[in-house]
């Protein structure tokens, strides 16, 4: 069975800074898909950045960029220049190739000091 | 449109109402999903339709009965609930799996904060 584990409960990060948020998962399949979905006080889960495990290339979307370690089955977020806007639960997700059940790790709470 | 529009936001009910969430998408996704989430846990998967066909569902008890009328309407039919219920319902949809650009990815609506009394 597939797992997701994202190691840190909560996590702080001053305004403008940057932070890592990690995540590990576990896994047979070689075709897959991770995801960082990030989940703000007003609950509406939003895409941050996806990853298709047959890529090399680390993805990024603006402030967000991830690094996709797929031997270490590793996938971290960086949230560079951090601002209010980013605080949120942040979770990390698991798919596999032709299949609909999303695996979501525990979730990573992050605060934004000004 | 790209938004999953959940109603009610909110819904209290007592334990022998019936009462039903609704969720419709415009993005010609083939697959919807609920989900439930309690506080400060990731969201469950309960049921999800593909082509508007029940393809998974998470051995949820029968008190809860998802409808998908159309490809882009969901409902969840509630009927008997019990307190450890309540929580919050998010409605999701996505593209169908395979490999185009999006697949997979979900699109979730903003949910439905369910209290059962």
């Known amino acids: 069975a597939q797992t997701v584990t994202q190691s840190q409960p909560e996590m702080s990060v001053q305004e403008a800074e940057t932070v890592t948020l990690s995540c590990t998962y576990d896994?047979?399949?070689?075709?897959?898909?991770l995801f960082w979905y990030k989940q703000p006080p007003s609950r509406q889960m939003i895409l941050v950045i996806r990853q298709e495990a047959y890529k090399q290339q680390n993805a990024t979307e603006n402030r967000f960029s991830v690094n996709f370690q797929k031997a270490a089955k590793s996938f971290s977020l960086k949230i560079s220049d951090s601002q209010l806007g980013d605080a949120a639960m942040y979770f990390c997700?698991?798919?596999?190739?032709?299949?609909?059940?999303?695996?979501f790790g525990i979730g990573t709470k992050l605060q934004v000091i000004p | 449109d790209t938004e999953v529009t959940q109603t009610p936001k909110h819904l209290v009910m007592g334990m022998t109402n019936k009462k039903s969430l609704k969720c419709e998408q415009h993005m010609g996704h083939r697959a919807m999903y609920w989900y439930k989430q309690k506080a400060k846990k990731p969201p469950e998967l309960m049921f999800v339709y593909s082509y508007e066909k029940l393809s998974i569902n998470e051995s949820v008890p029968s008190r809860f009965s998802p409808e998908c009328p159309n490809s882009s309407l969901l409902n969840l039919h509630l009927h008997a609930l019990q307190p450890e219920d309540s929580a919050l319902y998010l409605c999701?949809?996505?593209?169908?799996?395979?490999?185009?650009?999006?697949?997979?990815?979900?699109?979730f609506g903003a949910g439905s904060r369910l209290t059962v009394l």
């Open positions: 997700a698991y798919i596999r190739e032709s299949y609909q059940k999303v695996t």
């Open positions: 999701a949809s996505s593209r169908p799996t395979g490999g185009s650009s999006g697949a997979n990815v979900l699109t």
């Open positions: 896994t047979s399949e070689s075709d897959y898909y």
